[in-house]
């Protein structure tokens, strides 16, 4: 597997809240991370949240959960739940830092395609959980949290970014 550094940037925005009950924050950054999506070890499909899969280096976007915007390669924009860390619930801190990005309500192969993901609203900090079933749990909780962020995300301060970057 190949650990070259995806491109990023951080564009300027604003990103909405993750829950309805929170207040949106104004003049938020949307982080932009990009390259081609690799094969994994297929633990997210196992988990029945299958994941395109970016490596990451260090200090290349905080780690954590969050609610993002994947650009597909066709230029069609899909919410997603993205995971930004190692994996520590299987591989403790010494696991390879990737960026998981669970697309909602999607399930083409878009595997070896180019990617933009806009990291939009932090969700949650990495944690590393007793069992699979209180992942699975948690992770349906930030697939709705996702959810509800992309109801009130407005969705041209996206296109609006792509058009800041020139693409």
Do not use: C
Request: without cysteine.
């Amino acid at each position: 597997m190949s650990l070259s550094a995806p491109e990023t940037a951080v564009v300027p925005g604003v990103a909405g809240p993750a829950r309805p009950t929170d207040r949106p924050r104004v003049f938020e950054t949307w982080t932009l991370v990009e390259g081609p999506v690799e094969h994994g070890d297929k633990r997210g499909r196992e988990l029945g949240f299958p994941t395109a899969n970016l490596p990451i280096e260090d200090g290349v976007a905080r780690d954590g959960v969050w609610a993002a915007t994947v650009e597909l390669a066709d230029g069609r924009l899909v919410p997603a739940t993205v995971s930004i860390g190692r994996r520590t619930t299987f591989y403790g801190r010494d696991g390879v830092r990737l960026l998981e990005a669970f697309l909602l309500d999607f399930s083409e192969d878009i595997y070896g395609q180019h990617i933009r993901v806009w990291i939009g609203h932090r969700l949650r900090l990495q944690k590393r959980f007793s069992s699979v079933e209180a992942l699975i749990e948690q992770m349906r909780s930030d697939v709705d949290d996702t959810r509800e962020w992309a109801k009130v995300t407005p969705w041209f301060l996206t296109q609006a970014s792509r058009d800041w970057t020139g693409r």
